[in-house]
């Protein structure tokens, strides 16, 4: 079964400072990596998905993450994060001809205005 | 567009009552999927289903019961409440996952479940 790695599970930044989220997965074949966000009292939201092509994706609010099929990792990065970034970040993996998405953890994101 | 809509929101009940949480998506999806989210555990897979007729176990089915009769609706069914199964319960779906747009997956609002 897939498995899906997340590391440092409670981050706090300060305004402006850089965020990186590691995201490590199990499965060696083809796969589909997505970045959900949850902000506090609501529902998760897709954040930016990889199916194929460029390994890095632009997603929304600034946010990019980069596919590195030899490491098996697809790490979440913003340059300069708001305080309204604040949120859980859970990294998920599709394998194919899997319908199921497994989910990491998640990240707790703390930023400090 | 509603999209994926889920109730109750909250919901406290005693040990051994049952309930049911209901699921409906207005995106004529194929897939559903039932979560649970527990601090610091991430989501874990309850029950899917591909299609209206069809379900099978997720990870952690123990304890719970679902059905699929349409399309639209997906309920989920806590038969004996347990203290193991206050949780947050999220809904999903997704449309047929064979086009690059299919396997995006959309999530309810959640409902805070409390058993006591």
């Known amino acids: 079964a897939q498995s899906v790695s997340q590391h440092n599970h409670h981050v706090i930044l300060s305004e402006a400072a850089s965020l990186e989220l590691g995201c490590n997965y199990s499965?060696?074949?083809?796969?589909?990596l997505f970045w959900y966000v949850q902000y506090p009292g609501q529902h998760l939201q897709l954040l930016l998905k990889?199916?194929?092509?460029?390994?890095l994706v632009k997603g929304i609010k600034g946010f990019e993450a980069e596919f590195i099929k030899s490491k098996f990792s697809f790490n979440l990065r913003k340059p300069s994060v708001q305080w309204s970034d604040t949120a859980e970040y859970f990294c998920?993996?599709?394998?194919?001809?899997?319908?199921?998405?497994?989910f990491g953890k998640g990240n707790q994101v703390v930023v400090i205005p | 567009n509603a999209g994926v809509t889920q109730t109750p929101k909250f919901r406290i009940l005693k040990i051994g009552q049952s309930m049911t949480l209901q699921c409906t998506q207005d995106?004529?999806?194929?897939?559903m999927y039932w979560y649970r989210q527990d601090p610091g555990m991430g989501l874990k897979l309850i029950y899917y289903?591909?299609?209206?007729?069809?379900?099978d176990k997720g990870e952690v089915p123990n304890g719970y019961n679902v059905s699929r009769s349409t399309t639209e609706d997906f309920p989920l069914r806590l038969e004996l409440a347990a203290p193991s199964q206050t949780s947050v319960y999220f809904c999903?779906?997704?449309?047929?996952?064979?086009?690059?747009?299919?396997?995006?997956?959309?999530f309810g609002e959640g409902s805070w479940l409390t058993v006591v």
């Open positions: 499965y060696g074949g083809t796969v589909n």
């Open positions: 995106m004529n999806h194929n897939y």
């Open positions: 999903a779906s997704s449309p047929n996952t064979r086009t690059s747009s299919g396997n995006t997956i959309y």
């Open positions: 289903s591909v299609g209206a007729g069809i379900t």
């Open positions: 998920a993996v599709k394998s194919s001809g899997n319908n199921r998405l497994a």
């Open positions: 990889y199916f194929s092509g460029d390994p």
